[in-house]
């Protein structure tokens, strides 16, 4: 899968997490910024990192602004900007879900 | 060492500072000498000055502990006033002892523990960047948390020995007779510097209204006080409670009120002359709203309701539905507009409201007390002073004091809020021992203290009440966020929490980044 544009995800609502996933060339590079990330950075940095691969990204940097979202809502606006990144949002890959 | 509720204490600090570990919620019936103030005696002709920094320098000396109230909130002028001389003339080693700490001091705090001017604080909480800035390993020595009752006894036992007192009023006369209910800056009740004005070696008023003596109802009153101080203004009206007191829409919040209603109506307590407390915050708001409504249904009226004071309590007792209410303190305009109009809306000090080592408080007096809590464990051990990240973000307030004293102690919480659990295995701290709580409500169920067997019996078979185990509950949250990583601390206690009679039910440890 190839990175074409830079794909948002998300609002910084409380409960959501904002993902902008964009061109890189060293793995996934996850910079994360969350209230909980003492408690859940590990966990949320595997959540987005099982998406990305899942959707077949291997190489792409990731910005993540969490404000306590679940891991539900993590996983799909981890796909949403994954979709927007690789433009493809008219056939989404629902399995990854 | 370990208390009794499974808390290690810090050994070499317990030794040092001559404190106790926890051990149970009794108080038995020691026999405690009070202690009694310095007073330097003088006809009360000339206590009118100008230069508050002459007042300093005339009382102050290093190394003394100073006290403030807290009744302005976020309004208050006369803390930075007085601490910015105290920086300025170059203090060392004070000990802070306010009745609480509100965010506008904390900067003006920092400052002073960075330039070595305080170096001891005891105080019912601390928020915001203070809070961040304790639990960094700030300050060197280790904040001592107390809460209201305890802070009372404290002072009456001479564990907290205030050599100046600097107390803003919003109304004075040139003797000293002050009161928080008339002026610019309507606070309402005293309470808390009540204890202050009686017990400090030097008491200084300061205000921005001085009338022709003698200014009564006097709270504060004027063989008492020392100086009056003459200031631009000493607060901002607006800024000391929130105006109107705003009715909850978040249906979570909703939910939680109507439930915590019906396990009132429906314990033994909900009788003729039943008595209550309610926090402020939108749950708490909200029952009183839904208690009112069953009140009128039922024919019932309330003698009395307790605390921190909101308006709609205050309309209650202009209903009729509430005989007396005994206000401590007053967390709204309405409230605080109040208690001048209202001869039954009683100022009671710091002791009477909750101190446990007096001849009876009102909080011994209640009957079912309605609390709040950042966290509450498997045991219902209570935390209201650290986030789930550690840090210190809180007060204990009268929480330990109201759930000793009350027959039915209610927790009002959301299981989960964003993606930290309320309801979890263990407390980062614990303020409020699970022995005082009878009953947690959250919006997913109802757990009960198994130790209440009468309130199981008399609440299980009520029609819509979902009564579950708190291990349920707990279960139910961490399916829902997940496991959090262990919190990691370093071996270093920034600060201690004591329980009500003054021996110590945790320690918070430095976190560590």
Redesign the interface.
Known sequence: MEIKTTGVAGTLE??DIQIMVSKGNNGIEIDLDS??K??????IEKVITDTLTKYGLTDCKVKATD?????CVIKARTLAAAQRATETSEKPDLEVL | MENNVKRQLPDDLMNELNLKAYETTDIGHPVEQRVAPKVRVTTGQDKVVDSLEQVIKDNLKDGMTISFHHHFRNGDFAFNKVMDLIIKLGYKDLTLAPSSLTGVMNDKIIEAIKKGVITNITSSGMRGSLGDFVSHGGLKNPVIFRSHGNRARSIEEGEIKIDVAFLGVPISDPAGNANGQEGDAVFGSLGYALMDAQYANKVVLLTDNIVPYPNTPASIKQDQVDYVVKVDKIGDPDKIGSGATRFTKDPKELKIAQMVNQVIVNSPYFKEDFSFQTGSGGAALAVTRYLRQAMIDKGITASFAVGGITKPTTDLLEEGLVRKVMDVQDFDKGAAASMAKNRDQQEIDASWYADPHNKGAVVNNLDVSILSALQIDTDFNVNVMTGSDGVIRGAVGGHQDSAAGAKMTIITAPLVRGRNATVVPSVETVVTPGESIDVLITERGIAINPKRKDLIDALSNVPGLNIVSIEDLQKMAEKQVGKPKKLEYTDRTVALVEYRDGTVIDAIKQVKD
């Open positions: 409380s409960s209230e909980v003492k408690a859940y950075g590990d966990e404000k306590g979202a679940l891991d």
